[in-house]
């Protein structure tokens, strides 16, 4: 924390020290379609530091501009976004009345300063836009947790630090997730396997439901969660922030700094955020593992404490035709898994041990470490944008446990092996990616021509064995085009091509086992595990769409396929899976998944009503999944249940709805509602549904907005009252999760100080520490009741200073 200090202080004097010279003034009046005044829209220079908000009569001011052309966006609750470009010469410039519309609960596509293309070629499918201002208020244990509030969109939690992300039930290697346009690559298939993402480094973020595999290529095949830059500073600006987060639940304490500014065409930022939290809490004093009753200590889930330390520098030139920008980011957590639930038996866990400090963690743990590189450049030549990404990316995981010899494993470690006896698990993968466009314009054609390529090798160490080491190179071609056919009906479609390659590496056992005893002979050798394999795979896919927009309604459908090749795991798993003590098997024959899915978004908005509905039909004609068996494994665990990996064919369908009706000037009301409903057609499950398959929920709120006064602005009050409906439909092992409600409670304020505004945001969730089974939880399985009440205070200080021009 002492680093932190100083770098605070660091900033402020930094920030402090450039002389402020006016220059123009921008100012103007937010109105409604009525003409009436609307307070606090938040109105935003584009890829500059400058945020103002209107005020009570709805006028704005925005001082120090230069002579240039700016990018100004207009954002407000339950209003379409508006971007105006706006000349500054010689004088300063009165906008005027600016209208602002009720929102249709699509974002307008908007091409401003060399912004990247996937915005406009995912704008006719069913996605949300969250900026920092949204993950601030609902600020959760992670990125996924604070996204999960969304309709559709859902996680399985690992503890109160991890998570991984679930749209419209689908998970792991069928989600993308892009930082920065390059596709974020760890172990994402693992369950306890959260994602390496600083959520106090991320500018707006775009969240896909449903394919995009023409778009992102394999694994897109259920939604794709898009997580842009930060925006750039202006021209001789400093700017920075300063976010200090508490949590009651877990005692979590934390903070985030950063700063950047421009000299001309160079552009540069940095920012480290830390967070520390101890063991968190359960309105619940007992948990069965296995039918084994363990007692909690103070109702803490003991073991689950951990630390962050993410680290982050940038630096580029930019032009108006051109911009080339590095990004650099380290990611290191360590956090422990709850000690009675990971491969030990619950009754030789050394509570003491871990009963001692709520704060420290023990064995079994994680240790994670996830370096990223990125290059974003893009040049504008002619008709052409020409846009590319080329990364690099390192993640190292470590997974520490006590060694526990089942089977043929000797009862001691033998000192003798290279492989530490509490390094359980070891993946060291390194992936390097390039991304490669063409963007142009012919007649009312617009046309993206691009290329996607990428390069894994993933190496394993550790006592224990799951899946082997591999090598995998995987390319696609694809072309986009949308054809404005009238003012009001746009059509897009897009064809792609894939081709992959996976090399799975031999592994054979550090120990022997026995495999005959004839005539009192017994024959023992090193047993194969995983052989070597090599799989080629290939794929054309596909989508059409259109966009039908007329006066206060529009209509959005697709149609497309998608795929996804199968992933190390699901081809060649053949070892114990400790958190869930069971045997897993891959099937080297498995073919990729093939998916077919129609989208359609209905949105209506007048006055102070607006109205959205996506409903969705998916069919897969190869779903693979872990399918459970009669057998039961003697050679490497404790006579595990036998799961392996096959493939049937899968119907999902649903969608989400959005209703939101403005009471006055002041009260707002919305109601969020999702619905997923999946069943297997064919194979030994038929007429199962699909594992962590989220039950049908709605989510109303209620917010108060008040007109600004005195020194408080920016104030808000906000009550949301979750929903969830019994989930009856599981596949074994899966246990039934009852229903349940759940209240959380937002506010917050901003305080001037001079030009600078502090905002504070607090949280209440689960106010009344209701006591509850997520069905898509890690601890599902053993009957561990999500977090209790959990307070949680953000604090963040902006700072924007003008530097002088030279």
């Known amino acids: 924390m002492k680093r932190l200090t100083a770098l605070a202080f660091t900033i402020l004097i930094i920030s402090f020290t450039y002389a402020q010279d006016k220059r123009f003034t921008l100012s103007g009046t937010i109105v409604d379609t009525q003409g009436k005044a609307l307070s606090n829209v938040s109105i935003r220079v584009l890829s500059g530091g400058h945020t103002v908000q209107s005020n009570e009569e709805g006028k704005f001011c925005i001082k120090d501009l230069r002579p240039k052309i700016y990018a100004i966006a207009f954002s407000y609750l339950s209003f379409s976004s508006i971007t105006r470009k706006i000349e500054i010469k010689n004088s300063s410039v009165d906008l005027g009345n600016v209208v602002m519309t009720n929102a249709h609960y699509t974002i307008k596509e908007i091409d401003v300063l060399g912004e990247t293309y996937p915005t406009t070629l995912t704008g006719f499918l069913n996605r949300e836009i969250v900026d920092q201002q949204y993950i601030h208020k609902h600020l959760g244990g992670s990125l996924m947790q604070t996204l999960s509030r969304l309709p559709g969109i859902s996680n399985i939690g690992i503890g109160s630090g991890q998570s991984k992300p679930l749209i419209r039930g689908l998970g792991f290697n069928r989600i993308v997730v892009v930082e920065k346009g390059i596709k974020h690559e760890g172990q994402q298939w693992g369950v306890d396997h959260g994602l390496e993402i600083d959520q106090f480094a991320t500018g707006d973020i775009e969240v896909v439901k449903g394919a995009a595999s023409f778009l992102y290529g394999s694994d897109a095949i259920g939604g794709v969660i898009d997580i842009k830059p930060e925006a750039l500073p202006e021209k001789g600006t400093v700017s920075g922030s300063f976010d200090l987060i508490g949590k009651s639940n877990n005692a979590l304490y934390g903070s985030s700094a950063n700063i950047k500014g421009r000299i001309e065409n160079w552009v540069y930022g940095a920012r480290v955020t830390y967070q520390n939290y101890g063991d968190y809490r359960v ?195 694809f072309l986009y085009d949308r054809y404005r056919l009238n003012e009001r009906v746009l059509l897009h479609g897009a064809l792609r091509y894939d081709h992959s390659h996976i090399e799975t590496v031999r592994y054979t056992d550090w120990f022997p086992s026995v495999v005959s005893e004839e005539n009192r002979v017994t024959e023992t050798e090193h047993l194969v595990r995983a052989d070597n394999l090599r799989r ?117 369908y649903g969608g989400e709805l959005k209703v939101n009706y403005r009471l006055s000037e002041s009260f707002r009301t919305e109601l969020l509602a999702e619905y997923v409903k999946a069943k297997q057609l064919s194979g030994s499950k038929k007429g199962y549904t699909l594992p962590f398959s989220p039950p049908p929920s709605v989510l109303t709120n209620l917010s108060w907005q008040p007109r600004d006064t005195g020194i408080l602005k920016d104030t808000y009050l906000s009550i949301d009252l979750h929903l969830f409906a019994a989930q009856n439909e599981i596949v074994p092992p899966e246990k039934k999760t009852p229903g349940y409600g759940l209240v959380n409670i937002q506010t917050g304020h901003s305080l001037f100080i001079g030009c600078q505004p502090v905002t504070i945001n607090l949280q209440v969730q689960n106010l009344f520490d209701k006591k509850y089974m997520d069905h898509t939880s890690f601890y599902r399985l053993i009957e561990m009741p999500e977090m209790g009440r959990n307070i949680v205070l953000t604090l963040s200080l902006p700072l924007t200073i003008k530097n002088t021009d030279n």
């Open 536 to 652: 080629s795979f290939n794929s054309l896919v596909w989508s059409v769409g259109s966009s039908y927009h007329v006066g206060d309604f529009s209509l959005n459908t697709n149609l497309g396929k998608s795929f996804r090749v199968p992933i190390a795991k699901e081809l060649a798993a053949n070892g114990v899976n400790y958190h869930y003590f069971s045997y897993e098997k891959g099937d080297p024959t498995l073919s990729p998944e093939q998916s077919y899915q129609l989208d359609i978004g209905i949105q209506y908005s007048r006055n102070r009503f607006s109205f959205g509905l996506h409903p969705f039909y998916n069919y897969f004609s190869n779903y693979i999944y872990l399918n459970p068996t009669p057998r039961h494994d003697h050679f490497y665990g404790s006579g595990n249940q036998v799961f392996e990996y096959t493939q049937s064919k899968v119907r999902r």
């Open 283 to 477: 309105p619940t004093d007992t948990v069965h593992v296995y039918d084994y009753p363990v007692r909690l200590d103070k109702q803490k889930a003991r073991n689950t404490a951990g630390r962050e330390f993410n680290i982050h520098a940038n630096a580029g030139y930019v032009t108006d035709n051109f911009r080339s920008v590095f990004y650099m980011s380290r990611n290191s957590a360590q956090s422990g898994f709850f000690a009675n639930a990971h491969g030990l038996e619950p009754r030789r866990v050394d509570t003491d041990l871990h009963d001692a400090s709520s704060r420290d963690f023990q064995m079994p743990y994680q240790e994670v470490k996830h370096l990223k590189v990125i290059n974003r450049s893009s040049l504008s030549v002619g008709i052409h944008h020409l846009e590319m990404e080329a990364g690099f990316q390192h993640n190292f995981r470590q997974e520490y446990s006590m060694y526990v010899n089942h089977g043929y494993m000797p009862p001691i470690y033998p000192d003798t092996m290279k492989t530490p006896s509490d390094l359980e698990r070891q993946y060291d993968k390194r992936v390097y990616s390039l991304n490669v466009r063409d963007r142009f314009s012919v007649g009312q054609h617009t046309f993206v021509a691009g290329f996607n390529g990428e390069y894994q090798n993933n190496a394993i160490d550790g006592w224990s064995f799951l899946i082997p080491g591999f090598r995998q190179y995987t390319g696609g071609a």
